[in-house]
């Protein structure tokens, strides 16, 4: 190797170590450091989990498919429960004490028109529940969400029919 090809790559890899060892100063985390966790906002809980089941829910109702309406209730019901989790106080409002107030009841009612069977009770507690919904958008200043009795499917890969036996 010439001389000078041996100083370039001398000067080269100098460099190269200069640059790695600038990389490896930076501050590393603490070792006990938690990795900064995702906190999703109310809004993003409501449009991720509590919108699509709900949805799901009167298209169950719907097409009389009582058995996984029961499903999808239930799972509503853990969206609620995993959203008042994450925000126990949205502003200065109890959103925990709020959802019991407000989706308990119509929630039992739907569930028991699910164990009736019966498409015009489910209609009616389905309502009411949907009311519920704005109930509490109006009670949080959060009017401007209105939400309805779901009029078309949003989700095309899925059947809402119930499953012949
Ligand atoms: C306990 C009170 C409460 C109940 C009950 C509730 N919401 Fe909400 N919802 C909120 C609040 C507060 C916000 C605004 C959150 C924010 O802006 O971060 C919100 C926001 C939303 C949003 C986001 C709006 C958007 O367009 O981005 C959707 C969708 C929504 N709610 C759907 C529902 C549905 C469907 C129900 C009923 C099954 C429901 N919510 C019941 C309190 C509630």
């Known amino acids: 190797m010439s ?4 100083s370039f790559v001398l000067s080269t890899s100098v460099v190269v170590l200069s640059i790695l060892s600038a990389a490896n100063a930076q501050t590393p985390a603490p070792a006990n ?5 995702y906190r999703p906002g ?8 509590v919108q699509p089941r709900h949805t799901k829910l009167g298209l169950a109702g719907q097409e009389k498919n009582w058995a996984y309406a029961a499903y999808e209730l239930h799972e509503l019901e853990e969206a609620f429960e995993r959203a008042a989790r994450v925000w126990p106080t949205y502003r200065t409002v109890s959103i925990a004490d709020l959802i019991v107030a407000t989706t ?17 009770r489910f209609a009616a507690a389905y309502g009411r529940l949907t009311e519920t919904c704005n109930a509490c958008h109006q009670a949080t200043g959060r009017g401007v969400v209105v939400i309805q009795v779901p009029k078309a499917s949003p989700f095309p890969d899925q059947d809402f029919r119930p499953v012949k036996q």
């Open 42 to 49: 109310l809004g993003d809980l409501m449009t991720m989990t």
């Open 104 to 120: 308990k009841e119509p929630m039992e009612a739907v569930s028991e028109a699910i164990k009736s069977a019966d498409a015009a």
């Open 3 to 6: 001389i000078k090809l041996l």
């Open 33 to 37: 450091a938690a990795p900064q966790s």
